[in-house]
Each structure stands twice: as structure tokens, then as C-alpha cells.
């Protein structure tokens, strides 16, 4: 567990996952990507989730799911089962290509969030699948699989992405344990990546058994600030991951700005933070995105020298 080691001890630098493809062919965007990470200095890359969107990257590699295409939301056509663990391959290549020089994650998309994405074939519309809970459950178990996989492949950190938990109005308590399920047994540091306001969550989140890092926007949502406290996360054994450059906005932020805006969230939330982007940045120009990390890390550096 080198890394909750050196927790608090330094500043850690990450990333939430995607990256820009621009017009790019497969190997050169997943190449571009982990070498444009390595280059800007960040301590935990990614693959750069270049194949697809977040749903489709998983539920192709389902059994009982088909893509369907033209903006129709894949569907359920038979019994859910695991086939093949999704982007093993592209953390493969990426892990090949980082050459040791930084630590990598495996990201999955979380349950919740796929079963809020996908529809039910007409002939099944009766089936155990209409119950939504039953169907994250299942989903759940399936990418258990995927994390499995990717601790085996070497993977330093397990990511599960849950954009969905933000809108959530009820039930939370319960869907939060699904992340659990998808978690169990995993050795490796996790995080959890929540992005929206998370005001009506953050509670329930602090009851994950098996999610270490619990990971916000904070910079383009400042009320974030507002929710967990220190004592929360000492109590809880959580560490947070801070969201300190904008991906919703094509525009660096200084080195300035975002040192400051760190010593804000140390301030709130004490020194056992990691810092990364706000959410995935696969939507801005290519350019604004590594400026983005680039600045990230020299403002994490210069926080780091100063207080760690």
C-alpha cells in the first residue's frame, strides 16, 4: 500500500480517466495520451479511456447487452453475464508504454450509473431486469470481475466512476453499496469519482466500506466545499480527492489559481488529499487539456514544497 503511504507525506497527482481523441486512429490516441500524462508529471495516469463513452466501453463486453447505435442507449436482450474484462487491453498497452515511470489505474464505470443507461428489450420487459436494484446487483458482480482483472494486470489504483450519484433523491444508501460489491476483496487503493453537486450523497458516501478516495469536482462546483469535514474523513478513514482545474471550461488556469485553490481545499479538508481534474476531459481541445495538467502538477509541487 506504498501509495496511502505516501499520502499526506506528498502531493499526488491524477487524473479522472478520459483524454482527448481528436481525429486520431486507436494506437496514436491511447499513445498521445499516456505520453502526454507521463510528460506533464502525473503520479497515477490512465489509459485514457480513448475507445468509446463511459457506458458503451463496458456493456460491450457484457453478455446479454447489445449496442445498437445511432444515439439509441444499448439494451438487454438475454441473461446478464461476464465475458471479458473491458480495457484490459488498452491498460495493457498503456502500462507497457509508462515503462515504470509512473503508477496507473484500472477505471470502471460504476453500476448505478450503466443501469441508468441502458434499456430492456421488449421481451424481457417482465423479467427480473425491471427491478432496478436487482439489475445493479447483477451489474455489480459482473464488474467485480472487471476489477479482479485489472488488479491482476497490475493496475496501482481501482477507479469506479458514478457520475449518477449526484442526481440521486433516494436510495442512496442502498446504491452505494453496490459500489462495495463491485470493490470486495480488492487489495489495491480505490477511489471513487462522484462529479456534480454532492450535497444530497456525501453522507452515504462516508459509509463505503471498500472505497478509500472519494473523489469531486470542486472546481467548477465550489459548493463541494461544503460538505464533507475533516473530522468526517479522519473518522471515516477517507481520503479526498480534489477536483482543482475546470474541464467545462476551454481555458488554462494559471499556475496561481490553482495553487491557491489547493491550499483552499487543504484547508478544508486537511493535508490527506490527491489532486486531479474536476472530471474526464476527453470533450476539451487537446491543447487546453495538457496545459490543464501540466499547470495541476507545478501548482501540487509548489503546495507540496511549502507544507508536505
Do not use: W
Not at 443507461?117 to 423479467?127: E, G, M, Q, V
Not at 493496475?155 to 459500489?179: H, N, Y
Not at 488554462?252 to 476531459?281: A, L
Amino acid at each position: 500500500m506504498d501509495l496511502y503511504k505516501e499520502i499526506g507525506r506528498k502531493l499526488i497527482t491524477t487524473v479522472v480517466g478520459s483524454y482527448p481523441v481528436d481525429s486520431l486512429n486507436y494506437e496514436d490516441a491511447l499513445t498521445r495520451a499516456v505520453t502526454n500524462q507521463i510528460d506533464a508529471g502525473i503520479g497515477i495516469i490512465s489509459d485514457g479511456q480513448i475507445r468509446a463513452n463511459l457506458i458503451d466501453l463496458f456493456v460491450q463486453d457484457i453478455e446479454g447487452i447489445e449496442l445498437r447505435g445511432n444515439s439509441l442507449k444499448p439494451r438487454i436482450v438475454g441473461d446478464l453475464a461476464y465475458k471479458y474484462p473491458s480495457t484490459i487491453d488498452d491498460f495493457l498497452k498503456a502500462k507497457k508504454l509508462s515503462e515504470g515511470k509512473c503508477k496507473l489505474a484500472g477505471i470502471i464505470t460504476g453500476p448505478t450509473t450503466i443501469s441508468y443507461s441502458i434499456d430492456i428489450a421488449p421481451k424481457f420487459s417482465l423479467t427480473k431486469y425491471n427491478s432496478r436494484n436487482y439489475l445493479i446487483g447483477e451489474l455489480a458482480d459482473i464488474l467485480h470481475e472487471n476489477a479482479k482483472e485489472l488488479e491482476r494486470a497490475g493496475a496501482d489504483l481501482i477507479q469506479i466512476d458514478e457520475p449518477c450519484f449526484s442526481l440521486l433523491q433516494k436510495g442512496a444508501d442502498q446504491k452505494v453499496k453496490f459500489v462495495d460489491r463491485v470493490l470486495e476483496g480488492i487489495k489495491v487503493p480505490t477511489k471513487l469519482h462522484v462529479c456534480g453537486n454532492i450535497s444530497k450523497i456525501y453522507k452515504s458516501l462516508l459509509n463505503l466500506e471498500n472505497a478509500n478516495i472519494l473523489d469531486h469536482e470542486f472546481s467548477g462546483n465550489h459548493n463541494n466545499l461544503n460538505t464533507y469535514s475533516e473530522e468526517d474523513l479522519i473518522s471515516n478513514e477517507k481520503i479526498i480527492g480534489f477536483g482543482c482545474v475546470n474541464t467545462m471550461r476551454e481555458t488554462i488556469e494559471s499556475i496561481e489559481d490553482i495553487e491557491n485553490f489547493i491550499y483552499k481545499g487543504i484547508e478544508h479538508f486537511g493535508k490527506n488529499i490527491i489532486v486531479d481534474p474536476d472530471c474526464g476531459m476527453r470533450l476539451l481541445p487537446y491543447e487546453i487539456a495538457l496545459g490543464k495538467l501540466k499547470n495541476m502538477v507545478l501548482a501540487a509541487k509548489r503546495v507540496e514544497e511549502k507544507l508536505y
